[in-house]
């Protein structure tokens, strides 16, 4: 059977439908383009924002219209708090999607719809799912942890995710070694609230899972796909400092750069904590590139609360900054907050920030003009190819080279829209 697969959101998302991707190649199903017809649609939800709903909808209704006598089934954070508004003959939430063969089967067997949707807040158990190869990925991901316990205000993750469970160390070890051992030379450790992984196991952190993964034979890279300030603890910057194997770069989520915004989104830090850790984190390498998200137009974010951020964005000079206006989420306290801010005034708040991420990562990449530095080699589907170094810089090259390969670049220039370019460097 030919099985189209549509994943949206965020990092373990893309994972998860990885997973799957490969449980149903391995049990005879054909992967196949979403928009080529297929006998089954398999599509992974975003429920971040209400936005992110209505896109989800969107391509449900899509892969009818590809195909209306197909199997559709929905999974993932929209179906787990949307499951009665879903038309589809199998809706999972965010458990048992490791069970999505035995689920199609049963479905096809007896035609009768299936749902399977729990209440995440009671479970405590990690979904173990491993990968040992990417379809057109150079770099892999490894999820290691699930769930939040931070409740912020703007937030339905935790509800949508559950409470913080971890994989066990053993079976991330093993899943890196095997990918490793698969000649990926990159991998990223993704997870709901990555910086929390060990909360729920018995006297292990992040910091003693990045000891060992570094430790593995033939490593080159390992890169934590986003991390909160108050995290990134001395233990761990202190291996980063030892250890070139971690990523100079780490992308950390500001969200506003007013105490006062911080305050009624339930962030568990203030400004000067978190510039303090930033100055911590350069101290120890003056390459690390550090980036973040920004919430622009939260409830009572008036003019002075938005200059503030402007003032601190300034004095942090993040290389990038992924900026969103405030979108509310029904059953969120801040959905309910008063003093909603007007769309109009969001827009150009973020154009304002947009513009300033742009002048920053144009400074910091042109910093690099005449340097070397290595990285990882990726072709892409148009042919071009581009090196990816420890502090994320993309650079565009020019010259001929094979795929996942560990390659020394000389950046040359650097455009007006960030575009970087550089040369290969031969031993």
């Known amino acids: 059977?030919?099985?189209?697969?549509?994943?949206?959101?965020?990092?373990?998302?893309?994972?998860?439908?990885?997973?799957?991707?490969?449980?149903?190649?391995?049990?005879?199903?054909?992967?196949?383009?979403?928009?080529?017809?297929?006998?089954?649609?398999?599509?992974?939800?975003?429920?971040?924002?209400?936005?992110?709903?209505?896109?989800?909808?969107?391509?449900?209704?899509?892969?009818?219209?590809?195909?209306?006598?197909?199997?559709?089934?929905?999974?993932?954070?929209?179906?787990?708090?949307?499951?009665?508004?879903?038309?589809?003959?199998?809706?999972?939430?965010?458990?048992?999607?490791?069970?999505?063969?035995?689920?199609?089967?049963?479905?096809?067997?007896?035609?009768?719809?299936?749902?399977?949707?729990?209440?995440l807040r009671d479970i405590n158990e990690f979904e173990s799912m491993e990968i040992d190869s990417f379809d057109n990925h150079t770099r892999a991901f490894v999820k290691i942890q699930d769930g939040c316990n931070a409740f912020c205000s703007y937030c339905i993750i935790p509800y949508t995710r559950g409470p913080i469970r971890s994989k066990k160390p053993d079976d991330v070890i093993r899943e890196v070694t095997n990918l490793v051992n698969n000649g990926?030379?990159?991998?990223?450790?993704?997870?709901?609230?990555?910086?929390?992984?060990?909360?729920?196991?018995?006297?292990?952190?992040?910091?003693?899972?990045?000891?060992?993964?570094?430790?593995?034979?033939?490593?080159?890279?390992?890169?934590?796909?986003?991390?909160?300030?108050?995290?990134?603890?001395?233990?761990?910057?202190?291996?980063?400092?030892?250890?070139?194997?971690?990523?100079?770069?780490?992308?950390?989520?500001?969200?506003?750069?007013?105490?006062?915004?911080?305050?009624?989104?339930?962030?568990?830090?203030?400004?000067?904590?978190?510039?303090?850790?930033?100055?911590?984190?350069?101290?120890?390498?003056?390459?690390?590139?550090?980036?973040?998200?920004?919430?622009v137009g939260f409830p009572s974010e008036d003019d002075n609360d938005f200059n503030d951020t402007i003032n601190f964005l300034n004095r942090i000079k993040f290389t990038k900054i992924h900026t969103f206006p405030y979108s509310k989420r029904d059953n969120t306290k801040a959905s309910v907050m008063p003093n909603q801010v007007n769309g109009d005034i969001k827009k150009k708040r973020v154009k304002k920030v947009i513009e300033l991420s742009n002048y920053y990562e144009n400074i910091f990449y042109n910093k690099y003009i005449g340097s070397v530095l290595d990285g990882v080699s990726e072709i892409r589907d148009d042919g071009s190819s581009v090196v990816h170094t420890s502090n994320f810089i993309p650079v565009i090259i020019k010259d001929n080279i094979d795929n996942n390969d560990i390659v020394k670049v000389r950046i040359l220039d650097v455009t007006s829209d960030n575009k970087v370019y550089g040369s290969l460097v031969k031993e």
């Not at 194997?245 to 305050?263: E, T």
């Not at 984190?281 to 690390?288: H, L, W």
């Open 1 to 119: 059977m030919r099985v189209g697969i549509y994943s949206l959101g965020c990092k373990v998302n893309i994972y998860e439908s990885e997973y799957v991707e490969r449980l149903l190649k391995n049990n005879g199903f054909t992967i196949v383009s979403f928009d080529s017809e297929a006998d089954i649609y398999i599509i992974n939800t975003c429920s971040v924002t209400n936005e992110a709903d209505r896109k989800s909808r969107q391509i449900i209704s899509r892969a009818r219209k590809n195909n209306s006598n197909a199997v559709i089934v929905v999974m993932g954070c929209y179906s787990q708090v949307k499951s009665n508004d879903i038309n589809a003959d199998i809706v999972i939430g965010n458990k048992d999607k490791s069970k999505i063969v035995d689920l199609i089967n049963e479905y096809v067997d007896k035609k009768n719809k299936i749902k399977r949707v729990y209440n």
């Open 184 to 295: 990926y030379k990159e991998i990223i450790l993704t997870g709901i609230h990555t910086g929390k992984y060990g909360l729920d196991l018995d006297n292990y952190s992040l910091y003693d899972l990045l000891k060992e993964i570094i430790k593995i034979d033939g490593i080159y890279r390992v890169r934590l796909s986003s991390i909160e300030i108050n995290e990134l603890n001395d233990d761990i910057l202190n291996l980063v400092k030892s250890s070139s194997i971690i990523a100079r770069h780490f992308h950390i989520p500001l969200q506003s750069g007013s105490d006062k915004i911080l305050k009624l989104m339930n962030r568990k830090y203030d400004l000067d904590y978190f510039l303090d850790r930033i100055n911590k984190i350069r101290s120890i390498d003056k390459d690390i590139s550090i980036t973040t998200d920004l919430i």
